[in-house]
């Protein structure tokens, strides 16, 4: 009797161990499970708001965002030269007549806009009509500037399709009318390459599905620029960007 009473009570932790366990796997898996709600509820969403060509031709808006990447030394990187073309692209239609140039300029030797304003120059844009944003250091802040700083209340944003979802979920939650074109197709990158940024980018959605929650104000707001008046107005004043003329 005592045997079978001692086996029934090592079964009974048996058993409340495994329920311990299960427990556990539940909520990893649970926890696991969230960044990947989040990465499609943000697809779904901004899916919908994605251009095509006779769509965005249709439209009418303040500006069209082109959002920055890398550059090096004077010229765009192949990924920064898409997203630019694409740009000019449609600006060159009856969408609107601004073009805004989001990007780093956060140091001296390291400039994206201005190579980005300079490229679209060249393909014959009209300086007057291309705004510089040189504290464009995320989507989030590229998009909190363009309402805050530019004054933007609508938008067509240019960026390869796997950014496109977060840039436009972005301006949505935070109040602006934004559509996005995809900046594909002119370059093949190698498979690490898009390796990384995909898992790069699913990290992103979920930070910054977050932080439109919570809406922090960006690095930098300064001087306001209406997207209305002249892009001269951001051409660089002062070397240090990270001053309140930003």
Known sequence: MKKFKKAKKENQKKLNFKKIISVCLLLVLLLASIPVILNIYIINYSSQYILTQEEFEEKTVDCVMVLGAGVWGEDPSH?????????????????TDRLLMSGDHGREEYDEVNVMKNFAIECGAVPDE???????FSTYESMYRARDVFYV????????????????????????????????????????????????????????????????????????????????????????????NV
């Open 153 to 244: 209340e609508s938008l067509v944003i240019v960026t390869q399709k796997y950014h496109l979802y977060r840039a436009i979920y972005d301006a949505r939650k935070l109040g602006l009318e934004a559509y996005g074109v995809v900046a594909d197709g002119q370059y093949n990158y190698a498979i690490d390459v898009r390796t990384y940024n995909n898992i790069r980018e699913c990290l992103a959605r979920c930070k910054d599905f977050v932080w439109c929650i919570i809406q922090p104000e960006p690095t930098y707001l300064g001087e306001l620029i209406p997207i209305s008046a002249s892009g001269n107005l951001t051409d660089d004043k002062v070397t240090d960007v990270s001053s309140e």
């Open 130 to 136: 291309v705004f510089m944003d040189h504290a464009g």
């Open 79 to 95: 990924m920064l030269e898409e997203r630019l073309n694409r740009g000019i692209e449609v600006y060159n239609t009856d969408c």
